[in-house]
């Protein structure tokens, strides 16, 4: 069973800071940790599954609760930057 | 100043020579944390051991450490950032009256947008009694703001007490905590202190003034003042002062390991130094004799006017603020003087001297001299001394 190892606060951040500070949690967790992101800028609602697919980490859960986004993200990659193998070639972060 | 004595450490202080070699490397070299290159690789790792120094220091989560530009921007980040968090809680805001100047200024712009706004007293010595912070309480407080160390007067406030009392009012309401002036100078522990956001500064430390952070509890909402990037967890944006980081986190260490010996010799020499100027005729004490930051002597002495007794001690080589450290111009009563009660004179005619560890003997022995000696001169120009 998984359980939430990090919690990303992007609360009172805006697009592309959110998905930004998931990736870089992405970035320091290993296999099998679990983000848990909060967020209110509702382009959570595509960034965070659109990075999930273009960096191979799989998302848990997007849910509203009130004016926030809670988001759960499985880590599969962890550790390699987190980064869409497109971004890494490049040098450069993913952008949300 | 040969001869003299420097008074002021609460304005800013000498850098400890062991945090100056450890900031010299970061002053102009290239790289930024934030770079995925080579080059930001080892300012990166600078950033996160400063930021682990500065956590343990405080019994904080690393994770909810964010660097500042300095104590009053931590404090203005502790206010403004938990109330835009946490409209859900409420807007109501219960402060003390003898917080810093920065949290009372960010507390009164809280109320110019609609926050309503207590203040609760506090006793002639400046302390906060827990069962009047709890029944300043509403069912609608979101943030309550209590200083650990008074800045002017020096008072040290039971801070778990008022936590708790805070808590049974309003378990979720968010309390923030002022230890600008005292984190490194006497033991801070956030989980104790159940603290949601706890203010650190860096002359308490021996780092430079232009050095603080904020450390806030994971969850407890907070949203930046500076938008726009993701440094700081995206809660402080704009590039780390990555010198005045690394200087925090040194600071924070060597204070970890000498914390003991330091508020030791600084209760000593601030014995000293009270006790001297007290035995001038009509001084007083602002602030309790025992219970107060470590090195931290406030006085007022009648029929003088305390900038003038400033500028009259630096004539002497001693260097003092003239009544707060903070609102050293203007010629207007300290807040927290009146506060605690004071009426003119006693509320226009206060300096304050702070010590570090580095204070010698010879320093306060001439700091009271010319204490005295400016006293007499100024009482002697006076039409109201007797």
Redesign the interface.
């Known amino acids: 069973m998984r359980t939430a190892t990090r919690l990303v606060d992007a609360l009172g951040t805006w697009c592309p800071v959110p998905i930004h500070l998931v990736e870089r949690a992405a970035r320091r967790a290993s296999p099998g940790d679990v983000l848990e992101l909060l967020a209110d800028d509702p382009l959570i609602e595509v960034d965070l599954p659109a990075w999930c697919h273009s960096s191979g980490n799989e998302l848990l859960e997007l849910r509203r609760q009130g004016s926030d986004y809670v988001g759960r993200v499985a880590v599969t990659r962890g550790r390699d930057g987190g980064r869409p193998p497109r971004d890494r070639a490049r040098g450069r972060s993913a952008s949300g | 100043m040969s001869g003299g004595a420097y008074l002021d450490h609460a304005a800013a202080t000498p850098l400890d020579p062991r945090v100056r070699e450890a900031m010299e490397p970061f002053l102009g070299g290239a790289g930024s944390p934030s770079s995925?290159?080579e080059w930001g690789r080892h300012p990166a790792e600078a950033l996160e051991r400063a930021r682990g120094q500065v956590a343990a220091l405080v019994g904080a989560d690393e994770?909810g450490l964010i660097f500042t530009s300095g104590a009053v921007e931590a404090r203005n980040l502790a206010v403004k950032?938990l109330l835009?968090?946490n409209r859900?809680l409420g807007r109501h805001v219960v402060a003390s009256a003898v917080e810093h100047p920065a949290t009372l200024a960010a507390c009164r712009t809280a109320e110019r947008a609609g926050a309503p706004l207590d203040l609760v007293r506090v006793d002639g010595e400046g302390r906060i009694a827990p069962a009047a912070l709890a029944e300043a309480v509403r069912e609608d407080t979101a943030l309550v703001a209590v200083v650990h160390g008074q800045p002017d007067i020096g008072t040290l406030q039971d801070v778990p007490a008022l936590a708790a009392a805070a808590r049974a009012a309003r378990p979720e309401a968010r309390v923030a905590v002022d230890a600008g002036e005292t984190a490194g100078l006497v033991p801070v522990d956030m989980a104790s202190m159940d603290a949601d956001a706890l203010v650190v500064g860096g002359t308490a430390l021996g780092a430079p003034a232009w050095a603080g952070a904020l450390a806030v509890r994971?969850?407890a909402?907070?949203?930046?003042l500076i938008?726009?990037?993701?440094e700081e967890?995206?809660?402080r944006?704009g590039a780390e002062a990555l010198p005045a980081i690394v200087a925090l986190g040194a600071a924070a260490e060597i204070a970890r390991e000498e914390m003991a010996a330091r508020a030791a010799r600084m209760e000593a020499l601030g014995e000293r130094l009270a006790a001297g100027l007290l035995a001038v005729p009509d001084v007083r004490l602002n602030g309790p004799r025992r219970g107060r930051i470590p090195g931290n002597v406030h006085v007022s002495a009648g029929w003088v006017e305390g900038e003038s007794l400033a500028l009259a001690m630096a004539a002497r080589g001693v260097a003092v603020s003239p009544g707060s450290a903070c609102t050293a111009h203007g010629g207007k009563a300290a807040p927290t003087l009146e506060a605690i009660g004071l009426e003119p004179p006693w509320t226009h005619s206060a300096v304050l001297l702070t010590l570090r560890w580095t204070t010698t003997e010879a320093e306060v022995d001439a700091a009271v001299a010319a204490f005295a000696d400016a006293v007499a001169a100024l009482r002697a120009m006076s039409p109201l001394a007797p």
């Open positions: 995925i290159h994770d950032g835009a968090g859900a994971p969850g909402r907070l949203h930046p938008e726009g990037g993701v967890g995206g809660k944006a």
